[in-house]
Nanobody, 125 residues
Framework: QSQLVESGGGLVQPGGSLRLTCVAS????????IGWFRQAPGKEREGVAC????????DYADSVKGRFTISRDNAKNTVYLQMNSLKPEDTAVYYC??????????????????WGQGTQVTVSS
């Protein structure tokens, strides 16, 4: 059974940092583009960051550029989202997603085939 499992969410003060981890099983991430998405209460899901299958191409939402970094360790079948300088508006459930595509960063959530269960990130003082 193929699945993605996120971890690393939690409560953090504004200006703090968190690192989210997404571990894949039943998938060989070397063949998959990865995306991080988030959904806040009452809002639509939005893309946060994406990375191509080998990590050569990455892209970020304007709201997180310069603060978030997506990275991946395909040998460990794991993807990370380092989040720095967190703001209250970053509060959301964060999801990782995977789609089998090579060399491209996939921004459209509808293209993804596999999704994790999500991890809650709350930024509050």
């Amino acid at each position: 059974q193929s699945q993605l499992v996120e971890s690393g969410g939690g409560l953090v003060q504004p200006g703090g940092s968190l690192r989210l981890t997404c571990v894949a099983s039943g998938l060989t991430l070397d063949y998959y583009a990865i995306g991080w998405f988030r959904q806040a209460p009452g809002k639509e899901r939005e893309g946060v960051a994406c990375a191509s299958n080998r990590g050569g191409n990455t892209d970020y939402a304007d709201s997180v550029k310069g603060r978030f970094t997506i990275s991946r360790d395909n040998a460990k079948n794991t993807v990370y989202l380092q989040m720095n300088s967190l703001k209250p508006e970053d509060t959301a459930v964060y999801y990782c997603a995977a789609v089998i595509k090579a060399y491209v960063c996939v921004r459209n959530s509808k293209e993804y085939d596999y999704w994790g269960q999500g991890t809650q990130v709350t930024v509050s003082s």
